[in-house]
T-cell receptor, first 116, second 109 residues
Framework: DTGVSQDPRHKITKRGQNVTFRCDPISEHNRLYWYRQTLGQGPEFLTYFQNEAQLEKSRLLSDRFSAERPKGSFSTLEIQRTEQGDSAMYLC??????????????FGNGTRLTVT | GQNIDQPTEMTATEGAIVQINCTYQTSGFNGLFWYQQHAGEAPTFLSYNVLDGLEEKGRFSSFLSRSKGYSYLLLKELQMKDSASYLCAYYSGNTPLVFGKGTRLSVIA
């Protein structure tokens, strides 16, 4: 396995458009996370899945943001009616996990979103 | 980051040793991670401390004091390729990794 992959690497969109990003985690990893990172900041947690269940979504930045992981494998993050403030790097990560959090996250290379 | 603090920038000389400090405040602490992130790339895992003490991994070592809410990352024999941001992050209770803002390290000749 070559690691976590994200698609696309870059996305430029006009304000008001919808965008969807895809993440393919490491195959044996049951947990999948979405983070957002802006320039000069550390990654900011958005949401995560254990298998197909979305266990935390209160940190999604607004109701314009939604994520799915329908079969417990790949995941998508959708942003509706994009705003210029949504411009950021969107990072996906995966890990092995049971109950406690104690495994390192393995990150993909991210999708850089620019909203014009 | 939430209740996690590290210096914004540091500069060090090639071949030298540098220590990057991180302090945090949380309850239900489960572990402290260090990641390296080169500009435009994904964070990559460096080290993990759950118990007090020093973990050594080649040129990189990480230290944790849970009672003080303090960790540091020690980089020895600095190389130009070590110029990157270094992110401190913790697990607490049922919360996924919480990251600091990162320390941007510049290695100069």
């Amino acid at each position: 396995d070559t690691g976590v992959s994200q698609d696309p690497r870059h996305k430029i969109t006009k304000r008001g458009q919808n965008v969807t990003f895809r993440c393919d985690p490491i195959s044996e990893h049951n947990r999948l996370y979405w983070y957002r990172q802006t320039l000069g900041q550390g990654p900011e947690f958005l949401t995560y899945f254990q298998n197909e269940a979305q266990l935390e979504k209160s940190r999604l930045l607004s109701d314009r943001f939604s994520a799915e992981r329908p079969k417990g494998s790949f995941s998508t993050l959708e942003i509706q009616r994009t705003e210029q403030g949504d411009s950021a790097m969107y990072l996906c990560a995966s890990s092995l996990g049971a109950e406690a959090f104690n495994s390192p996250l393995h990150f993909g290379n991210g999708t850089r979103l620019t909203v014009t | 980051g939430q209740n996690i603090d590290q210096p914004t920038e540091m500069t060090a000389t090639e071949g030298a040793i540098v220590q990057i400090n991180c302090t945090y405040q949380t309850s239900g602490f489960n572990g402290l991670f260090w990641y390296q992130q080169h500009a435009g790339e994904a964070p990559t895992f460096l080290s993990y401390n759950v118990l007090d003490g020093l973990e050594e991994k080649g040129r990189f070592s990480s230290f944790l004091s849970r009672s003080k809410g303090y960790s540091y990352l020690l980089l020895k024999e600095l190389q130009m390729k070590d110029s990157a941001s270094y992110l401190c992050a913790y697990y607490s209770g049922n919360t996924p990794l919480v990251f600091g803002k990162g320390t941007r390290l510049s290695v100069i000749a």
